[in-house]
């Protein structure tokens, strides 16, 4: 019914840029917060960066002043650019999102993850 796709990513250099994309989809009524997760190997999944639905940000101390998270609303799709790519930041990216959606005449609430995309950055 709902689903969300994730699309770019890949290599850079450090020093680099890439920029991540995730369209949420289906019979949607609204997205409130959009976010990015990410997951080295070997450990914990962290919060990389949340927009709330007026466009409130945060971001994890790590990417601060490197990564910029963008929505656009009417698309239901967040964006991640990264600059300045560090080794450190490689990791496997996850899209977040709390999503209300018709189903039938039913309004529901559900929050997806995205498949995942690869980010590695090295030299």
């Known amino acids: 019914q709902v689903q969300l796709v994730e699309s770019g990513g890949g290599e850079a250099q450090p020093g680099g840029s890439l920029r991540l994309s995730c369209a949420a989809s289906?019979?949607?009524?609204?997205?409130?917060?959009m976010a990015w997760y990410r997951q080295a190997p070997g450990k914990q999944r962290e919060l990389v960066a949340r927009?709330?639905?007026?466009?409130?940000?945060e971001y994890a101390d790590s990417v601060k002043g490197r990564f910029t998270i963008s929505r656009h609303n009417t698309q239901n799709t967040v964006y991640l650019q990264m600059n300045n790519l560090k080794p450190e930041d490689t990791a496997v990216y996850y899209c977040?999102?709390?999503?209300?959606?018709?189903?039938?005449?039913?309004?529901?609430?559900?929050?997806?993850w995205g498949q995942g995309t690869p980010v590695t950055v090295s030299s």
């Open positions: 927009s709330g639905y007026r466009g409130r940000t």
């Open positions: 289906g019979s949607i009524f609204s997205v409130d917060a």
């Open positions: 977040n999102a709390s999503i209300y959606y018709t189903d039938g005449d039913r309004y529901k609430y559900v929050e997806l």
